[in-house]
């Protein structure tokens, strides 16, 4: 019943490393695909979000590469830290509603 | 900044009784939603509401409704609380408008049904 499958559910990386989450959606209805990042104690905020007319999108150490044919997507997080370490929520989204992946729990270690 | 305040942090209630979750944004967003999050499911979609006095069902709105009588707040509503609603939940609002505009959440309220 998920809309959005995501993988893996877990991640561990040593500093410096390059993470990498992946997504993969149904409904061609979604045009815009954001990425969440939530903290202990705290709700999921936007981190970054890709349009599905662009194959990637760089904000700072953090990229999405989109894939429309294959309906799938994914986060690279280059050179991790250990603040990186959070959980991660992919998520398609029409214009009135969202839907999110099962998260994934990235540790870096340092 | 928008601020999505949820009422209440931590909530212990017994099976059967009628509980309320509460949300008040204060960004005159139109949308809101209502999430529910348990480990390896992720969040997911329970209600949401693109206007006053609109809802639509999301992916779990058994054992669930909601209420929208102002556009600032949006209440969830467990008709007869049960063990396996325990959970975090999380509300959050958008603007409608545009198509591309995020969701702002607020920090959650983890429920406990005994």
């Given amino acids: 019943q998920q809309q959005v499958k995501q993988s893996p559910q877990s991640l561990i990386v040593q500093k410096g490393g390059i ?6 959606y149904e409904n061609t209805a979604f045009d815009y695909f954001p990425w969440y990042q939530q903290f202990p104690g705290k709700g999921p905020a936007l981190l970054i979000a890709i349009r599905p007319d662009v194959s990637e999108k760089k904000e700072g150490r953090f990229t999405i590469s989109f894939n429309k044919s294959a309906k799938q997507f994914s986060l690279h997080i280059m050179d991790s830290q250990p603040g990186d370490s959070a959980t991660y929520f992919c998520a398609a989204s029409t214009r009135s509603d969202m839907r999110f992946g099962a998260g994934t729990r990235l540790t870096v270690k340092p | 900044d928008v601020k999505v305040t949820q009422s ?3 909530l212990v209630k017994r099976t ?3 509980v309320f979750l509460e949300c008040v ?3 005159d967003h139109e949308n809101m939603f209502w999430y ?3 480990p390896g499911l992720g969040l997911r979609l329970i209600y949401f509401s693109y206007d006053v006095k609109m809802k639509e069902k999301g992916d779990i709105p058994e054992g669930y409704s909601v209420s929208r009588e102002k556009k600032e707040r949006f209440s969830l509503i467990l008709e007869s609380a049960s063990t396996n609603q325990t959970s975090m939940y999380l509300c959050a609002s958008r603007v409608r408008s ?5 969701l702002h959440f607020g920090n959650g ?3 406990t049904v005994t």
């Fill in chain 1, 19 to 24: 993470p990498i989450i992946n997504c993969a």
């Fill in chain 2, 8 to 10: 209440s942090r931590y």
């Fill in chain 2, 16 to 18: 059967g009784e009628k």
């Fill in chain 2, 25 to 27: 944004q204060d960004m």
């Fill in chain 2, 36 to 38: 529910r999050q348990d």
């Fill in chain 2, 98 to 102: 545009s198509y591309n505009s995020p």
């Fill in chain 2, 109 to 111: 309220t983890r429920l």
